[in-house]
């Protein structure tokens, strides 16, 4: 009974992570399989087909490259964007900014089939040529919101006085800018670009709306699963899920060595005892 | 040491007719001080009183409504921070977090250009005593050693005048003591005007060579610590200042040197020049140390042309240097008597009858 209470709580988070890993696991164990028919549902034999020969199925891999460059482009141009919309936010008293501030979480909350019908039907009447341009307008459209939660809250977070001191030592506006406000938003930038790309690389239902005859690769996942998916694309699955998880893992890491060097610093009590003579 | 204490002539803070408004509110209303070079001056008030709001003025990080502020005979009011010769250590110090301690004091350094920063930030470093801190976060800093990089970034600049805004308010007692004295010794090594704001007035007593307290916006009294404790000038600088017991009466009469004051039926004299009032209607008032208890029976020991009231002690705190009584007056008024702890043998107790007396030339006249 006492052993159950005190271990409870673990095993219901083994239990919430299991929930979770299931579905990805199941992806990453059929990247090594050699199905018998056209799904891939069932395990068959075990072999490398899907790893070594990773472009072997015609398309899978362009639109794996397609949905890369659209990500990285979206996510640069609407990191720039947001950054500089969430600077004026913040920074700036200006007639229709509460309004601003509301419009930015608009994109955020319509639904995905609503926004991108709409786009589709503008694109339409513009007679603007559905492709790869298309879907990166789109993506950056509603990637921006993300960008500019993200990096206001970075913003607001900052003590105010550290920029008053960065111009009480003698920095002009754009050194402050330079050489405190920038740095210290920085990591807030960085998120905010990982997250967009995220969301860019993601996106099925936007992009299915204005790509035109443009596959990105959940568009490829998405017709493969009516005829039978390709052990490929498990394979390039492993791998996004696997570079994320890297990332992941290094900003941890980091993170967790510069805790200790924070903790580790006072350990020699003969430098960090200065105190000023009485 | 030469890298850091200036030759140069340092000039003296002058604010003339300066004035802050922020919307209806008038945050300082109208000073006009000379601040003298090389001086430790303490704006001392509470919170809201305006002499933050001073202080970021002269620093260039809030503009005056109107009036100038000069340092010497060089108008500085339309220069923007960055642009004066007058730095600022801050409330909580602002220290740049992603800068290690040797880059925090560099910054002003280096944002004027200086190539070789290095001797004089090491020279900095030294005199605050954090030399093995140099490459440290300031996150790794306890909140002491924080302050002196905070003082070491301002004062490397060698500024005319260098502003604290409540440096110590975030350190613990001791460290604050111990804070004080330092801040004090490198004022004295650098010979840079400190204009130091903080609510802690003995803070401000304990380092200042002149202390103005500040009250709604404006200056009620200044001068050197001393002389404002002992011979405050208006009621708010009595309370704020230390504690004053304050009797309200009228000038009866004069004899001699002193004035003879009518107060709730008892008679005081104080002596004329340390009356401040205009009018006959007055405060007369007293510090609690400068008033000495007595048991009735010893009414004999009373010299002749004490002040004296009688009360019923109605509480006793030993505090180890000494002992605060409050004495109920009879017309309903607390009086604050503190009593040095140097007589051996009984203190009075909760209940007893005790005469209260002090020295005519310890009370000062306020008007009411």
Redesign the interface.
């Given at each position: 009974m006492k052993w159950l209470r005190s271990h409870l709580v673990g095993m219901f988070a083994v239990l919430a992570l299991v929930y979770l890993f299931i579905p990805i696991s199941v992806i990453i164990v059929l990247s090594f399989n050699k199905p018998a028919g056209k799904f891939n549902i069932r395990w068959n034999e075990f072999s490398l087909d899907g790893w070594t020969n990773i472009c072997g199925v015609p398309g899978v891999c362009e639109s794996f490259l397609t949905s890369i460059q659209i990500g990285l482009i979206s996510a640069l141009a609407a990191t720039v964007l947001g950054t500089l919309i969430a600077f004026a936010l913040v920074r700036y008293r200006f007639r229709g900014r509460s309004t601003t501030n509301l419009l930015i979480f608009l994109p955020m909350a319509t639904p995905e089939v609503v926004m991108g019908a709409s786009l589709l039907a503008l694109f339409l009447n513009l007679q603007f040529p559905l492709g790869q341009t298309t879907v990166i307008i789109a993506h950056i459209m509603f990637i921006i919101s993300f960008v500019v939660v993200t990096v206001k809250a970075r913003l607001q977070g900052m003590?105010p006085?550290?920029e008053?001191?960065?111009?009480?030592?003698?920095?002009?506006p754009g050194?402050t800018f330079r050489?405190?406000t920038f740095?210290?938003v920085l990591p807030g930038i960085l998120g905010a670009a990982l997250l967009g790309f995220a969301l860019s690389f993601d996106d099925f239902i936007i992009s299915f709306f204005n790509a035109g005859t443009l596959v990105t690769f959940p568009i490829y996942i998405w017709g493969a699963a009516q005829r039978g998916i390709p052990v490929q694309v498990n394979a390039l699955a492993t791998i996004v899920f696997i570079s994320a998880l890297a990332i992941v893992l290094f900003v941890q890491i980091r993170g967790q060595m510069k805790r200790k060097s924070?903790t580790a610093?006072?350990a020699n009590p003969a430098?960090?005892d200065?105190?000023?003579?009485? | 040491m030469s890298t850091i204490t200036s030759s140069r002539n340092i000039e003296d803070l002058r604010l003339e007719n300066l004035v802050k408004s922020f919307g209806d509110f008038l945050a300082v209303d109208d000073i006009t001080l000379t601040i003298p070079a090389g001086s430790f001056f303490a704006l001392l008030g509470a919170s809201g009183c305006g002499k933050t709001t001073t202080l970021r003025m002269i620093a260039g990080l809030e503009d005056p409504t109107s009036g100038t502020i000069k340092v010497g005979n060089t108008d500085i009011t339309g220069l923007r921070a960055f642009q004066r010769p007058v730095n600022t250590v801050f409330q909580s110090y602002a220290l740049f977090p992603h800068l290690d301690i040797f880059e925090n004091v560099a910054f002003g350094l280096r944002r004027r250009g200086i190539k070789d920063v290095t001797p004089a930030v090491e020279a900095m470093l030294e005199l605050v005593e954090l030399a093995p801190m140099a490459r440290r976060k300031p996150a790794q800093l306890s909140g002491g050693q924080q302050q002196r990089v905070a003082v070491a970034r301002a004062l490397i600049n060698q500024p005319d005048v260098l502003l604290l805004d409540e440096p110590l308010g975030a350190l613990d007692l001791k460290l604050r003591r111990q804070m004080q004295i330092e801040l004090k010794r490198i004022q004295t090594e650098v010979g840079t005007t400190f204009v130091h704001v903080t609510h802690d007035q003995e803070e401000a007593m304990t380092m200042a060579d002149t202390v103005a307290v500040m009250n709604a916006g404006r200056i009620e009294q200044m001068g050197h610590p001393a002389d404002v404790y002992e011979l405050p000038k208006t009621a708010f600088v009595a309370n704020f200042l230390g504690q004053a017991n304050l009797f309200s009466g009228s000038v009866t009469g004069r004899d001699g040197e002193d004035l003879v004051v009518a107060t709730n039926g008892l008679s005081m004299r104080l002596p004329a020049q340390r009356n401040s009032a205009t009018g006959t209607e007055l405060l007369v008032g007293v510090r609690p140390e400068k008033m000495t208890i007595l048991d009735e029976v010893d009414a004999g020991k009373i010299p002749t042309g004490s002040n004296l009231v009688t009360g019923l002690v109605t509480d006793v705190s030993y505090t180890g240097v000494s002992t605060q009584y409050l004495v109920e007056a009879p017309w309903g008024q607390v009086l604050n008597v503190f009593e040095q702890n140097v007589i051996v043998g009984d203190r009075c107790e909760v209940g007893d009858p005790v005469l209260v007396h002090w020295a005519p030339e310890h009370t000062f006249g306020l008007g009411s």
């Open positions: 003590d006085r550290l008053e001191a960065a111009r009480d030592l003698y920095a002009s050194q050489y405190v740095p210290l924070l610093a006072p430098t960090i200065v105190l000023p003579r009485s | -």
